[in-house]
């Protein structure tokens, strides 16, 4: 299985959870013998989309910025398995992981289709592929989180996932990540 | 009284969120309120533009936030600006304190364009937990659907199909100069379809082959170049 990891966490103190559980969850995927790529995003160049659609209709698969969301466009075509890391920002997602899934839009196609009774857009390079999201807060907020497994669930559906499953780590929960994805990974090996 | 307009997409005065946010803000100036607009693109620009939109939220009693859904949400520079607004209003280090008055009002338009305004939920969430989050006060959502149809076009001229759009925009302007939030008819109008969505999808479906004809392009719709 191809493992994406995609960490949206902030370069700065902010994203040291992120770090620690996108670290985890690598750990857990090679020792699984999956491949796994990751991406510590606010690390990388990638600029805001610009909403002009050339990547549907004037060259379609590829984006008119030249940055580093290539190799991430790249690695989430074959990507069996994709692990979003984010800092949960007023229940959805922060600035980097959003800037790169903004920028996403090559991976799909211009058409409406309907899924499950909604409108949609048909993948680009459509496969049988989970999920996961791993939110960090610093304490508990019940209506933040629901904002955010809300939003994961209609992401799972728009990219029409096999599997799907969100999380949200608080302040001191992150050593016990690494047990929590041995379970995801294995649910994720059963669906996918 | 002031009210300002941050237009959170990346195609700023030229983009549906500018239109119909724009379509908000007149109204509320023929109610004599005065009316600041400004594009999350240019306040990102430099820390002079920055603390020109500091400035303009701390001035307004009115903020309408209007932008177009990307991926189920806020586009990542619009969330950006709100973590910034957010910084400088719970007090982080390094932000300049806030000066806004107690009572702002927040106003979220979201447009996407699929059909379905149900597909805005999230967004509007997002925008009501930044209200929660940092102390303004939730004043309501106007979600439309089916954006590619109302675009650029004048909503006054469009006539029969984009009346509802503006019976909402009336509406919410109503609600708004009398002291109120934006009320559930005019929630509720601005969900309504445009047109049946069977014929919005042979619409846009049309749409998109004909652009890809005429950039040379559909032959390679399909294309996966990574693959």
């Known amino acids: ?192 | 009284m002031k009210a300002l307009l941050i237009v959170g997409s990346p195609k700023g005065k030229a983009s549906t969120s500018y239109n119909l946010g724009r379509g908000l803000l007149g109204r509320l100036e023929a109610g004599g309120i005065e009316a600041v607009e400004t594009t999350v693109g240019a306040a990102l620009k430099s820390s002079e533009e920055r603390h020109r939109l500091y400035k303009a939220v701390d001035e307004a009693d009115i903020i309408v936030v209007s932008f177009p859904l990307y991926v189920d949400q806020l586009p990542a520079p619009l969330i950006q600006t709100l973590e910034l607004l957010a910084d400088r209003k719970r007090g982080a280090q390094g932000a300049t304190p806030w000066a806004g008055p107690l009572a702002q009002r927040l106003v979220a338009i979201v447009q996407c364009g699929f059909p379905e305004t149900s597909q805005t939920r999230p967004a509007v969430d997002i925008m009501r937990q930044f209200a929660r989050e940092t102390g303004f006060q939730w004043a309501g959502a106007l979600a439309f659907g089916m954006g590619g149809a109302v675009g650029g076009r004048s909503l006054e001229k469009a006539g029969g199909m984009l009346r509802n759009v503006v019976r909402a925009l009336d509406t919410a302007a109503a609600s708004l100069l009398s002291g109120g939030l934006v009320p559930v008819e005019a929630e509720a109008l601005a969900a309504k379809p445009l047109m049946a969505r069977r014929l919005y999808h042979l619409a846009a479906n049309w749409g998109f082959r004909s652009q890809l004809r005429k950039h040379g392009a559909r032959k390679r719709t399909f294309d996966r170049p990574y693959s």
């Open chain 1, 1 to 192: 299985m191809n493992v994406l990891i995609l960490d949206g966490g902030p370069r700065d103190a902010r994203g040291a959870a992120c770090r620690k559980i996108a670290a985890a969850t690598a750990g857990e995927g090679r020792a699984k013998g999956h491949a796994v790529t990751a991406f510590e995003l606010d690390a990388l160049v990638i600029k805001p989309c610009q909403g002009c659609f050339a990547c549907w209709l004037k060259h379609p698969g590829t984006c008119a910025l030249r940055d580093d969301q290539e190799q991430v466009l790249r690695a989430m075509a074959v990507g069996d398995l994709w692990v979003w890391i984010t800092p949960v920002t007023f229940g959805g997602y922060s600035p980097a992981l959003k800037r790169s899934l903004d920028r996403s839009i090559p991976n799909i196609l211009p058409f409406f289709t309907t899924r499950q009774g909604e409108s949609h857009h048909p993948l680009r390079y459509a496969k049988r592929r989970g999920l996961i999201v791993l939110g960090t807060l610093p304490a508990a907020d019940p209506e933040s989180e629901r904002i955010f497994h809300d939003l994961v669930r209609r992401n799972a559906l728009n990219l029409d996932s096999v599997l799907t499953g969100s999380r949200v780590v608080h302040d001191g929960e992150e050593e016990g990540i690494a047990g929590r994805m041995k379970g995801l990974l294995q649910a994720a090996e059963e669906a996918i």
